[in-house]
């Protein structure tokens, strides 16, 4: 039987390529997303990939969402945290509104997300939990404290839930990417790009979104079973540790 796989912020973007990705590997997938209702259905009708909708910030939509998933799938086998959110401004000017939603989605998500299904794992054994934190966790960045304390929490996440999973089969390990190719940055004028971003990255370009798919498809995999509480750079060269 298959193993089923639940991928957050997974319609769009990175998670729209994991997504794909672990379908690919043969993965039964579920994509979840929080509001752009046209892309989700455009994703499903492409690739045939079940979508839910709800919010990663809310635990009890959470666990309402992954019990429907479950019911329609099977029980969880494969976690990957990828939903997250920016809302920039230096610290002088940011709002609790920027401060909090930022928490929210993109670290206590962490939380909603794999306390629901960490039971299941434990029992059967077998688990995987794949967290996409960002280059900005390991670095910090000027103008987003929030969002790079959201994601320096899902690196200690990790590694603090790792040695928890380790003697029940689940490996916890996080994926911390520099720019990539996606919509978002994409929008960022041309000339900026190539003047002030690729300078920075020793590889001369940005990743593709496949990219790190291809890594969560490792760290999925029973291939990695030995690898638990790691942190991935995945951003060429930009930020080395």
Not at 29 to 42: L, M, P, Q, R, T
Request: aromatic share 8%; hydrophobic share 40%.
């Amino acid at each position: 039987m298959s193993r089923v796989a639940v991928v957050t912020g997974g319609t769009r973007g990175i998670g729209e390529a994991i997504s794909i990705a672990l379908k690919a590997a043969g993965y039964k997938v579920a994509a979840s997303y929080a509001g752009n209702d046209e892309a989700a259905a455009k994703f499903k009708s492409q690739t045939g990939i079940n979508v839910y909708k709800w919010d990663v910030s809310n635990y009890d939509a959470c666990a309402a969402g992954l019990k429907q998933v479950e019911a329609d799938l099977g029980p969880v086998d494969v976690l990957v945290n990828n939903a997250g959110i920016t809302k920039d401004g230096m610290f002088h000017k940011m709002t609790p509104e920027q401060w909090y939603a930022v928490i929210n989605t993109n670290l206590n998500s962490l939380f909603n997300m794999t306390r629901p299904v960490w039971e299941g794992m434990r029992e059967r054994k077998f688990g995987r939990v794949i967290c996409i934190s960002s280059i900005n966790g390991q670095k910090g960045q000027m103008g987003q404290v929030n969002y790079s304390a959201a994601k320096a929490g899902d690196i200690g996440f990790v590694k603090a839930l790792a040695q928890e999973g380790a003697r029940a089969g689940i490996t916890v390990n996080t994926i911390c990417p520099g720019y990539i190719a996606t919509e978002m940055v994409k929008a960022i004028n041309p000339e900026i790009v190539a003047k002030n971003i690729l300078p920075q990255i020793p590889v001369g370009r940005l990743g593709e979104p496949h990219e790190i798919a291809r890594t969560v498809v490792f760290l999925a995999s029973d291939d990695a079973g030995f690898i638990t509480g790691s942190t991935i750079s995945a951003n060429g060269g930009q930020h080395m540790i």
